[in-house]
């Protein structure tokens, strides 16, 4: 019996082998381009936005104080203190 072998680019096993890091590569090189052909908008004035946030949170907060002094009440059974 003739063992011949064959020669490695005609074994499947090796591409599979070389096939799934080289999908990985080209794949990261079509991530590059799209990251570098469309960027994220940037945010104007972030800083000021983030304040204006805030201080709507803050408002929403206050305009919850006299039920959240209403709902610790009837957690404690301690009386509110008047402002």
């Known amino acids: 019996m ?3 072998q064959q020669p ?3 074994n499947p096993f090796v591409w599979m082998i ?3 890091p080289s999908i990985v590569i080209f794949a990261s090189f079509i991530t590059l381009y799209l990251a570098l052909s469309h960027p ?3 945010i104007d004035d972030y800083y000021r ?3 204006e946030i805030n201080k709507t949170l803050d408002a929403e907060r ?3 104080a006299p039920a959240i ?3 610790n009440n009837a957690q404690t059974g301690l009386k ?3 402002q």
Request: charge should be positive.
């Open 2 to 4: 003739e063992n011949k």
């Open 8 to 10: 490695w680019y005609r």
């Open 18 to 20: 070389i096939g799934g």
């Open 40 to 42: 994220d908008p940037t």
């Open 49 to 51: 936005k983030g304040i």
């Open 62 to 64: 206050d305009g919850m």
């Open 69 to 71: 002094q209403a709902r």
């Open 80 to 82: 509110p203190q008047s």
